[in-house]
């Protein structure tokens, strides 16, 4: 392991000398180091550059495994060591949408792996989740940055149109232009105003006095219609990425629109001095791409 640790070091850097002064070794270690493991390998991982080194082809496929390998010893020893830590109830808030489609399809995950961690979710509105004082982890839609709160960026938000392939036996057709949505059922969960906009700016104009619409309370019940064939629903790709990869939902059109938002983790200072609390945003964070976020934390 120690071998392998230099290796990537000097990968990284592409200079053995760099390499020696991360890890507090001389050039001469380092080097030595390098050598047994290329006559163990049987292959050269290294090439001389100027002052410095650069991968051979063998070099570049080992530093590609051995980078990913030790990301994730490096993350399940921090679980290990947060885990042996915490146990109790995680409270958690979220408005109904993110419950519904990507909290509701995902939490299992943590949960299995952290069964000492009582996970309670608390629906409310999204508006409301960055006031509230009692919870652990808030997940809110917005432009972030709330007063005294720390957050982080989980997801831009843009928004496509998704339906499901049973809606082409209902309306006996497929949907190929905007123009075609006027055999469809609208769904909102706002009112009307997305769909406006993307029509606007699809070059469509005139849909209000061609289209049907229906209107929900709640964007995860305007999915659930979507995949039921009864409708187009506007969507963006965070909440809709598990049906559209069964293909329960497909999208008829590429064009998207800015929802003027993201998803966002937030929680206040106390909740932070958790170790129930940071291995949840830990694993959060990791789901959605965004590891360097965790070294915002105060």
């Known amino acids: 392991m120690p071998t392998l640790r230099t290796f990537e070091v000097a990968a990284r850097h592409q200079s053995l000398a760099k390499a020696a002064a991360e890890l507090h070794l001389t050039d001469s270690a380092v080097s030595h180091q390098i050598r047994r493991l290329e006559e163990a390998l049987g292959c050269e991982l290294f090439v001389k550059a100027g002052r410095g080194v650069v991968l051979t082809d063998a070099g570049r496929i080992l530093a590609k495994t051995v980078s990913a390998a030790l990301q994730e010893i490096l993350a399940a020893t921090m679980r290990l060591a947060d885990a042996s830590q915490v146990g109790g109830r995680l409270d958690v808030a979220c ?4 419950a519904n489609t990507w909290l509701a399809r995902h939490i299992s995950d943590f949960c299995q792996d952290h069964p000492s961690i009582e996970c ?6 999204n508006q409301r989740v960055h006031e509230l004082g009692d919870i652990d982890v808030g997940i809110s839609f917005g432009p972030g940055g709330w007063a005294d709160r720390w957050s982080a960026l989980l ?6 149109p998704v339906c499901s392939p049973l809606l082409f036996e209902r309306i006996g057709g497929t949907i190929t232009r905007p123009a075609d949505l006027r055999h469809c059922l609208l769904l909102h969960w706002d009112d009307g105003s997305e769909w406006r906009r993307w029509f606007s700016e699809a070059g469509e104009t005139d849909f209000d006095q061609q289209a049907r619409h229906l209107y929900c309370s709640d964007l995860g019940m305007a999915i ?24 329960v939902l497909i999208k008829p059109f590429s064009f998207s629109i800015d929802a003027f938002g993201g998803w966002h983790v937030v929680c206040n200072n106390a909740s932070l001095r958790r170790s129930a609390t940071r291995l949840f945003l830990r694993w959060l964070l990791a789901r959605f791409g965004r590891d360097a976020a965790w070294e915002t934390l105060p």
């Not at 408005?95 to 993110?98: C, D, E, H, N, V």
């Not at 309670?120 to 509105?125: A, M, N």
């Not at 997801?155 to 496509?160: D, M």
């Open 120 to 125: 309670h979710i608390r629906l409310v509105e």
């Open 224 to 247: 659930d219609l979507a995949i039921h064939g009864t409708g187009v629903a506007l969507v963006s790709d965070t909440l809709s990425a598990s049906d559209l990869k069964r293909g």
């Open 155 to 160: 997801a831009h938000v843009n928004v496509t």
């Open 95 to 98: 408005p109904p949408m993110f």
